[in-house]
């Protein structure tokens, strides 16, 4: 056999399919199982999955998929890493704790949780598939990446996994490489997001602009991509497609055109543009996103004739409306549906047609509506109508596009999507600027609008068809070539002409074309527009001319641009050659604004030029000038030419503040160079410098306004690549410190506010300034100089916050606010060390408790500068600002500022724990000498959930994690005296164990809490050293602070984030992984404190018995091994001092009872603990006897508990009942009084809880037996609810006895409420005299006896069950109880429930006692039948006739023994008489405690068997027999309304059985010579049962009388045979046995004091009493057996002869023999009636035999249901369901209803005779049960894997199994027909 080979490249893979291990050495695996492959052969793989690495075996090749991996270390410390990205990773690992939870889900029927994290898995597999496949682009890629870690975040907040922390790229932070800060901020940054996703997914609907605007808060620029896929339109001529952004609600166009040109083929005129019809609309900025709506529009210009037809004769080339295609892309704009590979279709709606618009034009204009005239309507209301209408009956015609939204601006885009977007991309760009306008992007469009015109029909008889030629010119006339673009895509034209619409008087055109010029020369060029009917015959179009002329200049005189807007232009007569001459027409105004300014300055009868008219028609354009170069503003012109007017620049200068700011940050480079030019250009002078600082300080404070803060790129750009004044660095700094010096004045004021607020770019410049000048000419002598004015303007600033707080409060914040924002840039041309004192100074300037928010915010931005980070500044600034927050965080501080402290303080921490900054040591010791108590002390003052708290402790965490061992040495030396390193230590301990218990940080900020973990267990250890150190030895031994020592390690060892067990397997391996298991390390560091306090042990008992117990229960063996221990210790230490370890003891018991309680200790817990004890103890001189019993006592208390724990986890309420009486039977045998009143309380609950409220009245007599009636006050021990702690015993014991009565009233016990209520009254009558209270208590006790007489208790049954195997719960194991079942619960009821709590159970079908192998199995064996108690009247009811309501309740309470019956034959079988060997084994059952108790169950304690003959069981037969006869007759005689059914049937069975042949096997059994010569001792019984049979005459006689009285002329048959048959009966008994004679007294009616009459039950042994007999008679037969009901031996129907006789059934009665159903009716009304008057008891008797029992086969009965009647539904006397009519077999009653046809009985227990004790299956099943725990100790351990080559499977075939076939990713993951909740 070939050895296993190590692995070389298969290191790692992944599970493809499930397989399961059929043997020891295999292992088993899920799909998705992650494996570390060590060794492989013949294509088997050997090693473990990652989420399990203790476990290794083999598993098959074939099943494993490879990956690559790399490998770290090597040999046994091998550890493997996946190669994938980190990203992939992580999805996976996230993937695999997913799956976990949704399955949970699925089990636990969370349907709408499920199908939630069901999308979410599925989106992350799909975008897992998508990083892999390594085809998406760079762009596309990042935002995958940023969804998927959204999705993880929001994914596990909602599951309650832990948050993971990233940096701004989504990497996951590695906390030993992080600061503590930044992972509190990174923690708090990511805690924050992930709250707002989920408050954006629960108000989804919500405040839709809201949530875009917060979508593209962050970029500024975008760009919408279209690709034209198709166009498909029955058009038949060329068109012109017009593609343009539309907002709907505004009413306007937001891009210009895209402009396709389409061949009358169905194709791009041009075909390199075939499949590359792309444009970009650009500059499109967040506010445009955030539209409410917006459209994509399509505007189709059909180009060709006037009308859809073909002709020579037709002018060609017109362009035509012909319809439009709208498209709403909102939604895509808001970046939803963002995908360009998904084609959209953008249906067609067509104009009508021409020909028939024409017609109805001619013919019916008048009538035309909107819809017909649709031509003659712009195509901007045809869309608009489009939009509105939302349906388009489209016909298939339509565009097909695809989009995509992509942010940036142009060249980002190029950049970013190089894919989509390359050079021949049309650029459509937006009618106006973008949000930034950056530096060198230069644009100079003009857009030109055609609005609408009005022509006059001159000789015509219809409107004109005007069609509009649109050119641009220079002032000599000169057309200028290709200035005009109606769309992107194609070179400029010449010329536009417009749509020509169709004999319209009022044309509306709307159409937009861009116009670009040179920027030089837009001053001298115009627009000209000329007007021109266009006849749809080519011959009359040839001859039209033009009718008319308009023109606008688009400069003005004064040098700045037409304005944007509406323009109404003068329209000039256009036939003549002037109205083409440039320089006649551009003398005259071109627009009626021009005209009318004219006539305003001239007079209105001014003619210009007679040649060139005015005509009426009139036309309207809208102007739009996008350019960075031309300005609409006169002011803002004049400074931008200032040159060529030197003396306004003052007035240019200062009108530059009331210029928009919208304007000049378009010209935001012209405007600043224009600045610092006329600066340096008049630098001789000091003229404009005022002025021009105060034009700077404006233009950023403009950019600095929230409307155009994104206007900030381009000032930095600005700076750094176009600003040249290398001189302007005096100029600011000199009118800068003007300012700051003289800021007393009032007027100057607002100016150096201002300026302060622009101070960091004042000084960009300054800093930009001085380094172009030391570029340019090197260091001087101006350096020196520099350096002075930066010193003077720091001066100034200290002497203005010296100033009184009420002067210039509003200067001072500002410069403590803008300040800072200098240093970075300053310190590039100024001494960084010298800059640092200056800044001190200047702090230093301010007063004491002045701006102490303003001073400390400061300090935080210069400690986030470069300044900070250099060593030797450091050293300058860290004194200062420690100086600062020691002030704020003093006690004597009354209103610290906590949250600028904790900024300022987490920043300088921050910057320290970087490994870049150069030496710390000295500056963490500075902090920690004069900051880290200060904290600690603010942490300790501050409330838990106080918003700053956790700022402050990760600051104090920072401070801990940056000190070394030395500075922890350094710090204790730095405490003057002892006491205050107590003091320290002592606060220190506490703050940490409440930190500990009360955790700042969310549960699931794993990282954070795990650093927390870490640094505490650190300076933990190194105050134990201190310990140990200063406070050990005798003299200077400190308690107190030992003791917190000892609970605060406890405390920091025990808390949740440290508990392992409790983690899923991921997250436990990453944290071992990471941070070890902290637990080992601080229990270790415990028990060697405790070993080391030598004698001062003893003072930690009892008080750390608690706290060390909570220790060792930590499921973590080899702490428990080390800790153990120190509970032996204890003993031994106190044994040694008190000579017993009593207190000890007592301690461990209260606290096990807790902790366990609380869900502490297990199994193994249990054998380690008594393992380790006795070994100690067995070792100990003087504690091997007492330690061992003690030991084993605890070990008894552990298991006791532990049941009791698992009990209350589960389901089943009886065995919570079970462990709860052992707990607090435990606590009673030790006298714990306090701990068993507490067990008693959650006793009663259960109990009340299942309605047992009999039982918790017994739960509650035993709180109450511990009480007296005493005036003495309560021990705090036997109270256990906080609002009796002032009562007496006599007061509690009251209360106890009036809830214990109420329960009894409640369970119906109504004879022990009465007991209490006697021993209350007496109380009340005879002590404390309360008769009030006394009226009342025996008011409620007459109403509890006559509950007695009338109320019905149904008699609850009682069943044995035996519970054999080990796999039953110790309190369970080997023993049989006897249980007490409910009201109307059935045996089978209730083996169905036994079975449901133990399904694992097997039946035992005996019921004979197990054997000692099925008691040791390991499985369940299961025994239950049912048993009758034994009657146990009290003395005062012996031999007197007892009511039978009072009866009943004895027979089934106070009661001890149970009986059970069982046949069986002795000897051999006499063909004849088998009877005479019929024997009956009876056993009888001891319980432990009377029923009914505290519980519904009792175990069996001694069990008694006996045999009874045959002739005993003959005897205890008749007894039975005559005691039912007697009191039915008694029942019938004085109720004579009752139906005469039952009295038929009881008869009917007796006698005719009887005459059938019944005294022939008597005599055959019993009444023969040698019978009695084979036992001469059963004489005696002979002639009792002689007597008995004797007895039985008079009182059938008594029955037939009445039941002669009762007879109807239906029953007159039935009564005539009853009384033939009764006649040869007793003649043939009373000749052969006598006659007796009943006594009158067994008739006599007894009378209660309210008139109703009570039915004395006449017991057998009664009536045997009290009859006359006229023979021999022979001894009364003992009661003993008397009162045993058939439910425990054979059956009978009560006949003399029942049992030897072969039984017939009666014939069938006929039509004479049945009662009908009216009368039955009647009569059972009439009971009803009669019920008032009776007991509303039922006298339930015994089940009757089958009347088909042969002489072969003689039944049994069982005592299923014995003495009760069927569960009714309801609990109302009368119902149908309690006549007891059914057969003879049927139970009867006294109150019984009409009868019923004759119904089979129930199926009996025993239906046949067995020759062994066999229970039949129908009448045993198994008990209900709780599930089995298996303990270490019963059942062997698996031997740990061994590590050498393990063997092949025994399989067949030695190679691996062939993978299961594959599923389909459409198939359902979900097994058909599995339901939600289905386990």
């Not at 404190?1089 to 008992?1101: A, V």
């Not at 080990?1366 to 079975?1395: Q, T, V």
């Not at 001469?1576 to 059938?1596: C, F, G, R, S, V």
Request: hydrophobic fraction near 35%.
């Amino acid at each position: 056999m070939s050895l296993w080979l190590p692995t070389r490249r298969e290191k790692y893979g992944v599970a493809i399919y499930n397989y399961h291990a059929s043997q020891d050495p295999e292992l088993s695996l899920q799909v998705g199982d992650t494996v570390h492959i060590l060794e492989m052969h013949e294509g088997w793989y050997r090693g473990y999955s990652l989420q399990n690495k203790s476990k290794k075996g083999i598993f098959p090749a074939t099943y494993i998929h490879l990956k690559d991996a790399k490998l770290e270390s090597g040999g046994q410390d091998e550890t493997v890493i996946p190669g994938e990205v980190s990203l992939v990773q992580e999805l996976s690992t996230t993937l695999r704790e997913w799956a976990i939870i949704w399955h949970r889900l699925y089990l636990n029927s969370n349907k709408v949780m499920f199908h939630h994290v069901q999308q979410m898995t599925y989106n992350l597999i799909e975008w897992r598939s998508q990083i892999l496949s390594g085809t998406l682009p760079k762009d596309e890629l990042l935002d995958l990446k940023r969804r998927v870690i959204a999705k993880i975040d929001y994914g596990n907040r909602i599951l309650g996994l832990d948050l993971v922390v990233r940096d701004e790229q989504g990497n996951i932070l590695d906390p030993d490489l992080t600061s503590t800060i930044t992972l509190f901020k990174a923690h708090a940054a990511v805690s924050r997001g992930i709250d707002e996703r989920i408050q954006e997914e629960k108000s989804r609907t919500h405040n839709m602009e809201v949530r875009r605007q917060s979508i593209f808060s962050a970029t500024h620029t975008y760009s919408l991509y279209i690709n034209l896929k198709n166009f498909v339109c029955n058009l038949g001529e060329a068109a012109e497609l017009l593609m343009s952004l539309y907002d709907p609600v505004q009413s306007e166009f937001i891009s210009e055109n895209y402009l396709v040109r389409w061949s009358k083929i169905g194709k791009p005129k041009e075909f390199d543009r075939q499949n590359k019809l792309e444009a970009l609309f650009t500059d499109l900025s967040s506010s445009d996103l955030i539209r409410l709506r917006i459209s994509l529009v399509c505007q189709i210009v059909r180009v060709g004739h006037m009308e859809l037809k073909e002709g020579k004769k037709h002018t060609c080339g017109l362009r035509r409306p012909f319809g439009v295609a709208v498209m709403d892309i909102t939604d895509m704009i808001g970046g939803q549906n963002n995908d360009e590979e998904k084609q959209h279709f953008i249906p067609f709606q067509q104009i009508a047609m021409e020909t028939y618009i024409r017609q109805r034009q001619l013919i019916m204009s008048p009538l035309l509506t909107s819809r017909v005239i649709g031509e003659n309507e712009p195509l901007t209301s045809v869309f608009n109508k489009v939009i509105a209408a939302k349906e388009v009956n489209h016909k298939g015609q339509g565009l097909w596009v695809s989009m995509k939204l992509l942010p940036g601006d142009m060249k980002q885009v190029h950049k970013d999507f190089p894919h989509l977007v390359d050079r021949s991309t049309a650029v459509a760009r937006k009618m106006g600027f973008p949000e930034i306008v950056l530096p060198g992007d230069i644009r100079n469009d003009i857009y030109v609008t055609l609005i609408q015109g009005e022509f006059d029909k001159g000789k015509k008889k219809t409107p004109k068809n005007v069609e509009v030629t649109m050119g641009v010119y220079d002032e000599e006339g000169t057309r200028i070539e290709k200035a005009i673009f109606p769309g992107s895509g194609y070179q400029g034209i010449s010329e536009y002409k417009s749509v020509v619409y169709y004999q319209v008087k009022q044309p509306f055109w709307y159409e937009t074309v861009k116009v670009a010029i040179a920027v030089e020369d837009v001053h001298r060029c115009h627009l000209r527009f000329t007007f021109r009917h266009r006849s749809s015959q080519e011959s009359k179009d040839k001859s039209e001319k033009l009718f008319g002329m308009s023109f606008v200049k688009l400069m003005k005189p004064d040098g700045t641009t037409l304005r944007d807007g509406k323009h109404d232009l003068i329209v000039f007569k256009g036939d003549t050659k002037k109205a083409e001459d440039a320089k006649c027409y551009l003398a005259q105004p071109g627009t009626k604004e021009e005209q009318e300014l004219r006539e305003s300055q001239n007079g209105k009868g001014v003619q210009h030029s007679a040649t060139l008219s005015i005509i009426k028609d009139s036309f309207q354009i809208a102007t739009l000038v996008c350019s960075t170069k031309l300005t609409q503003n006169v002011d803002l012109l004049g400074l931008l030419n200032w040159r060529s007017s030197h003396q306004s620049i003052e007035q240019n200068l200062r009108r530059l503040m009331e210029v928009d700011g919208s304007e000049i940050v378009k010209f935001l480079q012209d405007t600043l160079d224009a600045l610092f030019n006329i600066m340096m250009e008049t630098s001789d002078r000091d003229t404009y410098d005022f002025l021009v600082f105060d034009a700077l300080v404006f233009i950023i404070s403009l950019i600095g306004d929230i409307k155009f803060q994104h206007f900030n790129p381009v000032l930095e750009t600005y700076i750094t690549n176009h600003f040249s004044a290398t001189l302007a660095y005096v100029k600011l700094a000199k009118v800068l410190h003007y300012y700051v010096s003289n800021a007393e004045r009032a007027d100057k004021t607002d100016l150096l506010f201002s300026a302060l607020k622009a101070l960091k770019y004042i000084f960009r410049f300054i800093v930009q300034s001085k380094q172009l000048y030391l570029r340019i000419y090197g260091t001087q002598e101006s350096d020196t100089e520099f350096s002075e004015s930066i010193r003077k303007l720091f001066l100034s600033f200290n002497s203005l916050m010296d100033r009184p707080l009420e002067e210039s409060v509003k200067i001072k914040g500002a410069a403590l606010k803008y300040l800072p924002s200098i240093v970075n840039h300053v310190m590039l041309v100024f001494d960084p060390i010298e800059l640092s004192v200056l800044f001190t100074k200047f702090i230093q300037s301010i007063p004491d408790y002045q701006l102490v928010r303003q001073k400390l915010n400061c300090m935080c931005k210069i400690v986030e500068s470069e300044l900070f980070k250099q060593p030797e500044c450091r050293d300058i600034l860290l004194p200062l600002i420690i100086d600062q927050l020691s002030g704020q965080l003093d006690d004597n501080s009354s209103k610290p500022d906590h949250e600028a402290c904790g900024q300022l303080l987490s920043s300088v921490l921050q910057v320290l724990d970087s490994k870049s900054i150069g030496p710390r040591q000295t500056h963490v010791q500075l902090i920690m000498e004069r900051l880290l108590r200060r904290i600690n002390r603010t942490v300790i003052g501050m409330d838990r959930q106080a918003s700053q708290i956790g700022v402050f402790i990760a600051c104090m965490i920072a401070i801990l994690n940056q000190m070394e061992d030395n500075h922890y040495t350094h710090y204790i030396n730095t405490f003057k005296t002892r006491h205050d390193i107590i003091d320290f230590l002592m606060e220190t301990f506490i703050m940490f164990k409440d930190l500990i218990g009360k955790n700042v940080y969310p549960s699931d900020w794993m990282v954070m809490n795990m650093v927390q973990n870490r640094v505490f267990l650190r300076a933990i250890n190194q105050f134990a050293v201190v310990l140990n150190k200063l406070f050990l030895d005798q003299a200077n031994f400190e308690l107190q602070l030992w003791s917190n020592y000892f609970h605060l390690a406890i405390a920091f060892l025990t808390q949740d984030s440290l508990q392992l067990e409790t983690f899923s397997t991921e997250k436990r391996n990453k944290i071992i992984s990471k941070y070890g298991d902290m637990r080992k390390e601080i229990g270790l560091k415990l028990r060697d404190m405790w070993y080391n306090l030598g004698p001062h042990k003893i003072k930690f008992i009892p008080g750390m018995v608690g706290p060390i117990l909570e220790m060792t229960l930590v499921p973590e063996p080899e702490l428990r091994r080390a800790t153990i221990p120190i509970f032996f210790d204890m003993m031994q230490c106190e044994y040694s001092v008190n000579r017993s370890f009593h207190t000890f003891e007592n301690e461990l018991i209260t606290k096990l009872d807790q902790e366990v309680e609380g869900g502490g200790g297990d199994e193994q817990y249990k054998v380690l603990l008594e393992r380790i004890l006795l070994e100690h103890c067995r070792k100990h001189k003087y504690l091997a006897n007492s330690g061992e019993t003690f030991v084993l006592l605890v070990s008894s208390l552990l298991e006791n508990l532990l049941d009791y724990r698992a009990i209350m986890h589960d389901g089943s309420k009886e065995n919570k009942m079970s462990c709860t009486v052992n707990v607090l039977t435990f606590y009673k045998e030790k006298k714990r009084e306090d701990i068993y009143i507490r067990y008693l309380y959650k006793l009663r609950d259960l109990h009340r809880d299942c309605g047992n409220y009999t039982e918790a009245a017994y739960t509650l007599l035993l709180h109450a037996e511990l009480l007296q009636w005493s005036d003495q006050s309560c021990a705090a021990y036997l109270i256990h609810r906080e609002d009796y702690q002032m009562l007496t015993n006599r007061e509690l014991k009251e209360k106890l006895y009036q809830e214990i009565i109420h329960y009894c009233d409640m369970g119906k016990m109504w004879e022990n409420a009465i007991k209490l209520c006697k021993e209350l009254a007496g109380m009340y009558e005879k002590e404390i005299f309360e008769y009030e209270e006394l009226s009342n208590l025996l008011r409620q006790q007459a109403k509890f006896y006559e509950k007695i007489m009338k109320a019905m208790r149904p008699l609850p049954e009682y069943f044995a069950v035996g519970y054999y195997g080990l796999g039953f719960p110790s309190f369970l194991r080997n023993r049989m109880f006897i249980h007490r079942g409910k009201e109307y619960e059935r045996y089978e009821d209730f083996r169905l429930k036994l079975a449901t709590h133990f399904p694992n159970a097997e039946k035992m079908t005996s019921t004979a006692p197990p054997s000692d192998e099925l008691k040791t199995s390991p499985k369940q064996y299961a025994q239950c039948f049912t048993v009758k108690p034994v009657l146990n009247l009290p003395l005062h009811y012996k031999d007197k006739p007892i009511p039978e309501q009072i009866l009943n309740f004895y027979r089934a309470n106070e009661v001890q023994q149970f009986q059970y019956s069982r046949p069986f034959r002795k000897g051999e079988k006499d063909p004849d008489n088998e009877f005479a060997t019929m024997w009956i084994e009876r056993v009888t059952y001891t319980t432990a405690y009377n029923f009914p108790g505290i519980l519904q169950w009792f175990e069996v304690k001694a069990t008694v068997s006996e045999e009874i003959s045959p002739l005993e069981n003959a005897i205890e037969t008749m007894e039975r027999t005559n005691e039912k006869i007697s009191n039915m007759v008694q029942q019938y005689a004085w109720d004579r309304t009752l139906p005469a059914h039952p009295l038929s049937m009881l008869l009917s069975g007796i006698v005719d059985a009887s005459v059938m042949g019944g005294l022939a096997n008597y005599e055959k059994a019993f009444f023969n010579s040698r019978y009695l010569q084979d036992r001469p001792e059963d004489l005696e019984k002979i002639e009792t049962l002689k007597q008995l049979i004797a007895l039985q005459i008079p009182l059938l006689t008594e029955g037939i009388r009445i039941h002669g009285e009762k007879s109807t002329e239906e029953l007159k048959p039935l009564h005539a045979r009853i009384a033939s048959c009764f006649k040869e009966l007793k003649g043939k008994v009373e000749k052969l046995y006598g006659v007796i004679t009943l006594a009158p007294s067994l008739t006599d009616r007894k009378r209660s004091r309210s008139g109703s009459m009570v039915l004395p039950y006449i017991m057998s042994s009664t009536l045997w009493r009290l009859s006359t007999i006229s023979v021999a008679s022979s001894a009364a037969s003992s009661s003993s057996t008397s009162s045993d009901s058939a439910s425990s031996r054979p059956a009978s129907n009560g006949s003399v002869l029942d049992p030897l006789l072969e039984r017939r059934p009666l014939p069938p009665a006929g039509p004479d023999d049945t009662p009908d159903k009216d009368e039955l009716d009647g009569k059972a009304n009439k009971s009803k009636r009669r019920e008032a008057h009776l007991s509303k008891s039922q006298v339930i008797f015994e089940r009757g035999q089958k009347n088909d029992l042969s002489t072969e086969k003689i039944y049994f009965s069982e005592t299923i249901a014995s003495q009760r009647p069927q569960r009714p539904k309801s609990l109302q006397f009368g119902d149908s369901r309690h006549s007891p009519l059914q057969t003879c077999s049927s139970q009867l009653t006294y109150l019984s209803l009409p009868s019923r046809a004759p119904s089979a009985t129930r199926t009996l227990s025993y239906p046949t005779l067995q020759s062994s004790p066999e229970v039949t299956p129908d009448s045993v099943d198994l008990p209900p049960p709780t599930p089995p725990k298996n303990k270490p100790y019963e059942v062997g351990s698996q031997r740990d894997v061994s590590e050498v080559a393990p063997r092949l499977p025994d399989k067949l075939s030695p190679r691996p199994p062939t993978p299961p076939p594959k599923v389909r990713r459409s198939q359902s993951i979900i097994p058909a027909g599995y339901s939600f909740g289905a386990e």
